[in-house]
């Protein structure tokens, strides 16, 4: 995505600045945690650049809207030609009420269902 010199010097002043900057800041004011992480754990880094995605494959690590890997949505003409849905993130009773309660949701038109499941599972 980027030509080489550009990443070598993009990767370049990222070192420059963890080390005049980041390094001396955090020696007086340390992260609070060892680690950051997403809810599905996987690890924030402290600073993102685009030499950070050196090996970066458009096609298969982005892609096209409405093609798989969906990480840029399901439509594929995004939300132009189809709004969201908007949905309530509910559980009800136990599993069968909620089942019963969502079919009854769709026969009535509802297009979308976030499901709140009990805490442990949620949270993986």
Known sequence: MYDRKKLAAIAA?????????LVPSLRKAPSRLKRFSTVSDEEIGVLYTP???SNFDYEEDLGHPGQFPYTRGVQPSMYRGRLWTMRQFA???????????FKFLHSQGQTGFSTAFHFPTLMG
């Open 51 to 53: 030499d950070t995605l």
């Open 91 to 101: 559980g009800f009773g136990s599993a069968e009420d909620t089942n019963a309660r």
């Open 13 to 21: 002043n990222r070192k420059k600045w963890q080390d005049e900057a």
